[in-house]
């Protein structure tokens, strides 16, 4: 079974919101990663928070980790149609070095 | 962009036929992976390489090999195809270690029919 499992499944919103997003994992990681997949493309790397950190930023991009609770979310703000996107948790373990996805979040932001 | 290219890039094929999609980069990372991409199942993981005829199974490895002779080619062969084998397959290269940011392939949309 995938390490990653996201919540919600499927988020609608209106441009300019913020969206939020949340994985929870099973084992102990390594780091975590997200990453966002356009429609009938490759993943592209957003953004790795290791597992000694807490909160890491990037642009409209927030993520934080709660290795007690094994859960991550990813937070866009203000939000453009740009961003409707499928987003997707990865789990690396560290000493297999294997990256395990989650099953992902539709994102659609509504102009 | 990443130098990492998927071959074919789209395939049909009949049931019971050996089938190999090739992933080549050209960024020398040491590990390589390949996952299938279904509807309801995000990505799996089919197989993995930490080096040089180096591998280890997924998630999902049964009916799958693969092959890795030179570090820039991993090798993903299906033995004898079946019509569940009908995905999106997608290769992933990364440096590993600290440095775990994965590149992604554009996918090879194989169907079995």
């Known amino acids: 079974s995938q390490q990653g499992e996201e919540d919600p499944q499927a988020l609608s919103i209106q441009e300019g919101e913020n969206a939020t997003m949340n994985c929870s994992y099973k084992?102990?990681?390594?780091?975590l990663q997200w990453y966002r997949q356009n429609s009938g493309r490759g993943l592209v790397h957003l953004i790795l928070i290791r597992s000694n950190e807490r909160e890491k930023h990037s642009g409209r991009l927030r993520v934080t980790l709660d290795t007690s609770k094994k859960s991550s979310s990813l937070l866009i703000t203000a939000s453009r149609a740009a961003d409707t996107a499928s987003y997707f948790c990865?789990?690396?373990?560290?000493?297999?070095?294997?990256?395990?996805f989650g099953q992902g979040t539709r994102l659609t932001i509504n102009p | 962009d990443a130098g990492i290219t998927q071959s074919p890039r789209h395939k049909v094929t009949e049931t019971g036929t050996p089938v190999t999609l090739r992933c080549h980069q050209t960024?020398?990372?040491?590990?390589m992976y390949w996952y299938r991409q279904d509807p309801g199942h995000g990505l799996r993981l089919i197989h993995y390489s930490y080096g040089v005829k180096d591998t280890d199974k997924g998630e999902v490895s049964d009916g799958y090999s693969v092959s890795r002779s030179k570090t820039e080619d991993f090798l993903l062969t299906l033995e004898s195809a079946t019509s569940s084998q009908t995905s999106v397959y997608f290769c992933?290269?990364?440096?590993?270690?600290?440095?775990?940011?994965?590149?992604f392939g554009q996918g090879t949309r194989l169907t079995v029919v």
């Open positions: 992933a290269i990364s440096q590993g270690r600290d440095n775990a940011e994965a590149f």
């Open positions: 990865a789990i690396h373990d560290g000493g297999a070095q294997k990256l395990v």
């Open positions: 084992t102990s990681i390594n780091n």
């Open positions: 960024e020398n990372h040491r590990y």
